[in-house]
């Protein structure tokens, strides 16, 4: 049995940026993202804090909390493995809320918490997580595939463990589509059951 | 080969609270820490952020990041556990510069990295992970201890694995001594190899 995994880094590439400016989760296609401890200034899920939502059952719904969410990481890989599965021609980043899509890089849904993504300008994004697969999500992603009601469901189970990652910026710079990023994972150990 | 173990929440309590007021990391026992976004007020470790240092290589030396390193956290039957192994009477939590100690956590030291520390009065932190040991607790130890200054060196090999968890208030709020803690562990599963 397989009880620790040393530390290593793998590398990636950013083959996407994505910004939501507007009211919705929705994001656009950008070529650079400006990076602060905030997150990414005018993203709709930026902020040093936020109110705390269904995620957090354990806290009164609304209360503040540090945003460990300021930014969604994604696989096109994996993009690419959900739309087969669900059948569709395609999965867009920005439909979901991804900020960053990254190609290259194994797995993503499965990296561990503090895993550090080291950029080549310099900016660092530190790992909350896994990101669990929404209805919200669900939901755009019917809205853009005509006739395709299930989606909104289907979505949910197909994405899990492909869905990306979530987390907070932890060195401030701009990241630009094209750049290379390193993938600092830690020693893994299980804590016993 | 156990590959997969689910989210779970356990408990613990808190034995013991402490601060770093001075220049030292050295803390000093108190009977409650007010817990804010930067972590505790006055610390030495508080920050929303602080200079990189030899614990992150990949950074120039002083390079600003956000502080996830704001509260230590560390277990007392851990702490017997490298006593013994060390052939010292007790090790207090405060010579190593811890901020808050528990009792009643099995192998605290191993919790994963993003485990949630929510106190009976709300506070909550958020876990980094695992606090490597380093010389300067090992000498701050020697320095208790007359006629030891093998524990220098001796505490960094005693305390691996043991030398408790760092991390970052997610909730702000008041932890006081005798307080419980719940524990949430986060569904766990390795990245492969």
Redesign the interface.
Same mark, same amino acid.
């Given at each position: @049995? +397989?009880d620790r995994?040393?530390a290593?880094t793998i590398a990636g590439t950013v083959e996407g940026l994505f910004q939501a400016l507007g009211d919705s989760f929705v994001s656009a296609p950008t070529s650079e993202l400006a990076l602060t401890?905030a997150g990414i200034p005018g993203d709709k899920h930026s902020g040093? &804090?936020r109110p705390s939502n269904s995620r957090e059952p354990?806290?009164p719904r609304g &209360? *503040? @909390? =540090?945003n460990?969410r300021q930014v969604s990481i994604l696989s096109t890989t994996e993009l690419a493995e959900v739309a087969e599965s669900l059948r569709i021609e395609r999965l867009a980043p920005e439909w979901i809320g991804g900020n960053i899509a990254l190609f290259g890089v *194994?797995?993503l849904s499965?990296? *561990?918490? =503090?895993t550090?993504m /080291?950029f080549s300008r310099g900016a !660092?994004i530190?790992i909350?997580?896994d990101n669990g697969p929404c209805r919200k999500s669900g939901k755009a992603i019917a809205d853009r595939v005509p006739g395709r009601p299930d989606l909104e469901f289907g979505f949910v189970q197909a994405a899990l463990g492909k869905r990306g990652l979530v987390g907070? +910026?932890?060195?401030?710079g701009a990241v630009r589509v094209g750049d290379s990023v390193?993938i600092? /994972?830690?020693q893994? !150990?299980?804590? *016993? !059951?």
């Open positions: @049995m +397989v995994i040393e290593r401890y040093l &804090t354990w806290y &209360t *503040p @909390m =540090r460990e *194994p797995s499965l990296l *561990p918490p =503090r550090l /080291i !660092a530190r909350d997580g907070w +910026v932890e060195r401030e390193k600092r /994972i830690w893994q !150990a299980l804590y *016993p !059951a």
